[in-house]
T-cell receptor
Framework: LAKTTQPISMDSYEGQEVNITCSHNNIATNDYITWYQQFPSQGPRFIIQGYKTKVTNEVASLFIPADRKSSTLSLPRVSLSDTAVYYCLVGDRIYNQGGKLIFGQGTELSVKP | ETGVTQTPRHLVMGMTNKKSLKCEQHLGHNAMYWYKQSAKKPLELMFVYSLEERVENNSVPSRFSPECPNSSHLFLHLHTLQPEDSALYLC??????????????FGSGTQLSVL
């Protein structure tokens, strides 16, 4: 399964756009890229998922270059409530006998007033 | 509200106690999961059930015993736990568990403290 690398932490201010990049150099053909958000003492929450190019929903945008070896989660105009840990997951199945989707350390985003 | 409900929200137990964590999903999903999240550590997948059959058991100690009586309910029975088992236990569900673009829906978790 593809291993992901993302920054351990990021700081931002309210109203700014935040971009979190995830590297996944050995992504496989069938792999999707999925981002989750987790607040303290809560379960992760699905944010966005993509396979290639750009995906946008009401919460975020996901940019995926043609080689798919990285992806960037973009959060427009963050607020204090966006302070959370953001996980990038890459894989083709949540689980199987050969492995499973891995939640890494994630990126701890801190939004300041 | 994610459609996945976990109870209790908090649990304190001694090492000789027996307790159970409960999870219920109202999404019509066929796969359910138990994850463990220790302080400042990544989530660890413990068990996976698909259509009420256990399909994954990631070398979890036998003091953790899962049960899935139907596709909507999942339990984690705990006995003779150790202090290092203190963690946030998360339940999740997904549509089938095997598709390449499935999404996980998590409950709020049970914060377990073992004294």
């Amino acid at each position: 399964l593809a291993k992901t690398t993302q920054p351990i932490s990021m700081d931002s201010y309210e109203g700014q756009e935040v971009n979190i990049t995830c590297s996944h150099n050995n992504i496989a053909t069938n792999d999707y890229i999925t981002w989750y958000q987790q607040f303290p003492s809560q379960g992760p929450r699905f944010i966005i998922q993509g396979y290639k190019t750009k995906v946008t929903n009401e919460v975020a945008s996901l940019f995926i270059p043609a080689d798919r070896k990285s992806s960037t989660l973009s959060l427009p105009r963050v607020s204090l409530s966006d302070t959370a840990v953001y996980y990038c997951l890459v894989g083709d199945r949540i689980y199987n006998q050969g492995g499973k989707l891995i939640f890494g350390q994630g990126t701890e985003l801190s939004v300041k007033p | 509200e994610t459609g996945v409900t976990q109870t209790p929200r908090h649990l304190v137990m001694g090492m000789t106690n027996k307790k159970s964590l409960k999870c219920e999903q109202h999404l019509g999903h066929n796969a359910m999961y138990w994850y463990k999240q220790s302080a400042k550590k990544p989530l660890e997948l413990m068990f996976v059930y698909s259509l009420e059959e256990r399909v994954e058991n990631n070398s979890v100690p036998s003091r953790f015993s899962p049960e899935c009586p139907n596709s909507s309910h999942l339990f984690l029975h705990l006995h003779t736990l150790q202090p290092e088992d203190s963690a946030l236990y998360l339940c999740a569900s997904s549509q089938d568990g095997g598709a390449s673009n499935e999404k996980l829906f998590f409950g709020s978790g049970t914060q377990l403290s073992v004294l």
